[in-house]
C-alpha cells in the first residue's frame, strides 16, 4: 500500500448473517451486510465509505448503462482453520482493474483506495467467509461511468464499487464445450484483454445458443479464421497433451487470468513442460484421436479448474478421459484449493491476509 485514506463507516444495524448458511448458498445471489464506495469526480478521487449493502439511486441516463464504461474485477478471500482470512493474489486483481480502466478510458483507483477499501470490508463482513472446504468469498470490486448524460463520450463521473458474496463450487461438474466458429469473443485491436462490461453482454447469445445443443459453454477461438483456440466461457483454457501443458498465448484477444498464472506456476515449478502458443483445434482433435490428449480443462477464479469432459465440433462429439485420470489438473485444483486455505506452504507468497 502507498498509503492509507479516509473511509467512513456507517455500519448495518443487524447483521443478515444468521439468515443464511454462509456454507451452502448459490453462486452470487445472496450479498454481505456492507459495500464500499469511492466516488471520482473534477478530475479525482473524493470521498470513500462503507455502508449497508442494498440500492443506490442513480440516474436512468447515466453514461455506463448506454454506453458500457463499466469494468470488474473477480477475486476471492478465504478463511483458515484458525478463522484467518485472507485474500488470493489481490494486487494482480488491482492492476488488472486499472488496466482495464486505461482502456475503457476511465480513471484508475489508487492503490490506497482498492486495497484499503477491501481491506477495511473484509474486516467487517468477516463472518461472511464461508470456512468449508471449497467455499470462499467472492469479491467483485467494478467501476462504473455515472454522468447524468446522453451523448457519447467519456464520463467525468464514476463510481468504483466492492459488494462480496459467498460462494461455494461454480462448476460442481465435468463441463462439455462447444467450439465455435461463427460468433467471436475477441478481436484485435478491442477490449477482449480486459474486464469490460460489454465482453460478457456479447457471449451470452452463443452461450445460449450452445447450452440449447446440451453444452456448458463455449471455446471462443480466434476471429480471423476460427481455427484457433482462445478461452471457454470466462475462463482460460488449458490442455495437457502427452506430458506438456499447453495453454494459448496472452495476446490483446485473452485475458491474462491470475488463475491462468498460478496453474502455469505450479506446472513449472513441478518441472512440467509448459507450452503457451497459438493452438489449433485441429492439433486438439489430432492428439484425441492418437490418444495423447490427456486432460482440458478451463481455470478462473470462479471456477478454479472446470474439468472439460467432451468438446463439440463441426457436429461431433469427442469424449475426454475421465476426471479419475487427470492426474495434473486435480493435482494444481488440491495444491491451490490447500494454499488458499493455509494447508500448504505459500511459496510464492500469493496470500494476503486480513488484519
Ligand atoms: C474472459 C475471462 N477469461 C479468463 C478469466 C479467468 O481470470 P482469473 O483467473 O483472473 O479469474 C476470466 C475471469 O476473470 C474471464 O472473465
Not at 477499501?117 to 463482513?125: A, F, I, Q, S, T
Not at 468449508?132 to 454522468?147: E, K, M, W
Request: charged share 25%.
Amino acid at each position: 500500500m502507498t498509503g492509507t485514506i479516509d473511509i467512513s463507516v456507517k455500519k448495518i444495524a443487524k447483521s443478515r448473517v444468521t439468515e443464511f448458511d454462509v456454507n451452502n448458498v448459490p453462486f452470487g445471489k445472496c450479498f454481505s451486510d456492507h459495500m464500499f464506495i469511492a466516488e471520482y469526480s473534477d478530475g479525482k478521487w473524493q470521498k470513500a465509505y462503507i455502508v449497508p449493502y442494498g440500492d443506490v439511486p442513480l440516474s436512468y441516463a447515466m453514461s455506463a448503462l448506454h454506453y458500457g464504461q463499466a469494468i470488474f474485477e473477480g477475486m476471492k478471500a478465504y478463511k483458515n482453520d484458525k478463522n484467518e482470512v485472507s485474500l488470493f493474489r489481490p494486487t494482480e486483481n488491482f492492476m488488472r482493474l486499472n488496466k482495464s480502466a486505461i482502456r475503457m478510458a476511465m480513471p484508475e483507483v489508487p492503490e490506497e483506495i482498492f486495497m484499503g477499501g477491501l481491506m477495511e470490508l473484509l474486516k467487517l463482513d468477516s463472518q461472511w467467509v464461508p470456512s468449508s472446504d471449497t467455499g470462499s468469498l467472492y469479491i467483485r470490486p467494478f467501476i462504473i461511468a455515472t454522468d447524468e448524460a446522453i451523448g457519447v463520450k467519456a464520463s467525468e463521473t464514476y463510481k468504483f464499487i466492492i459488494i462480496t458474496c459467498p460462494a461455494g463450487k461454480y462448476y460442481s461438474e465435468p463441463i462439455k464445450v462447444l467450439v465455435e466458429t461463427n460468433f467471436f469473443r475477441a478481436v484485435h485491436g478491442g477490449v477482449g484483454f480486459v474486464k469490460a462490461a460489454g465482453n460478457y453482454g456479447r457471449s451470452l447469445y452463443p452461450t445460449k445458443l450452445a447450452q440449447q445443443k446440451g453444452y456448458q459453454q463455449v471455446i471462443w477461438t480466434d476471429s480471423e479464421t476460427h481455427q484457433y483456440v482462445e478461452e471457454s466461457g470466462t475462463m482460460n483454457l488449458m490442455f495437457v497433451i502427452g506430458d506438456t501443458l499447453l495453454t494459448p498465448a496472452l495476446s490483446d484477444t485473452i485475458l491474462s487470468g491470475i488463475t491462468r498464472d498460478s496453474v502455469l506456476t505450479l506446472a513449472r515449478d513441478w518441472g512440467m513442460k509448459v507450452e503457451e502458443r497459438k493452438i489449433s483445434i485441429r492439433e486438439v482433435l489430432t492428439a484425441h484421436h492418437n490418444g495423447t490428449l490427456m486432460e482440458a480443462f478451463g481455470c478462473g477464479t470462479a471456477a478454479t479448474i472446470a474439468q472439460i469432459i467432451g468438446i463439440g465440433f463441426e457436429g461431433k462429439d469427442y469424449d475426454l478421459p475421465p476426471v479419475e485420470e487427470r492426474k495434473f489438473s486435480t493435482k494444481v485444483d488440491d495444491v491451490l484449493r490447500s494454499i488458499r486455505k493455509g494447508k500448504t506452504e505459500d511459496k510464492f507468497n500469493w496470500m494476503m491476509k486480513i488484519n
